[in-house]
Nanobody
Framework: QVQLVESGGGLVQPGGSLRLSCAVSGLTFSIYAMSWYRQASGKERELVATLTATGLATTYADSVKGRFTISRDNAKNTVYLQMNSLNPEDTAVYYC???????????????WGQGTQVTVSS
């Protein structure tokens, strides 16, 4: 059974930092691209950051570039999101995602965590 368990969310003041973790089990972690998404109240889920399976390439939403850093530890089957200079617009539920696409037969494997709340407020 595949499980993605996020942790590290909470309440932080504007300008502060948080580090989210996502512990993954039940799959071969090293062959999955890992991403963080977020969903603010009343808004659609949006992609925050992606890290390829090799760990060599990252993608960030424009709104978090220069402030957030995604990383992975394949020995611990864990992906992280370091969030600095947080502002109230970063308030959302943050979700961890594991995805890989098999070339033949063509199939996408897509798994989600349950989410962790991040609230940025004074």
């Amino acid at each position: 059974q595949v499980q993605l368990v996020e942790s590290g969310g909470g309440l932080v003041q504007p300008g502060g930092s948080l580090r989210l973790s996502c512990a993954v089990s039940g799959l071969t972690f090293s062959i999955y691209a890992m991403s963080w998404y977020r969903q603010a109240s009343g808004k659609e889920r949006e992609l925050v950051a992606t890290l390829t399976a090799t760990g060599l390439a990252t993608t960030y939403a424009d709104s978090v570039k220069g402030r957030f850093t995604i990383s992975r530890d394949n020995a611990k089957n864990t992906v992280y999101l370091q969030m600095n200079s947080l502002n109230p617009e970063d308030t959302a539920v943050y979700y961890c995602n594991a995805r890989r696409t098999n070339t033949f037969p063509r199939k996408t494997y897509d798994y989600w965590g349950q989410g962790t709340q991040v609230t940025v407020s004074s």
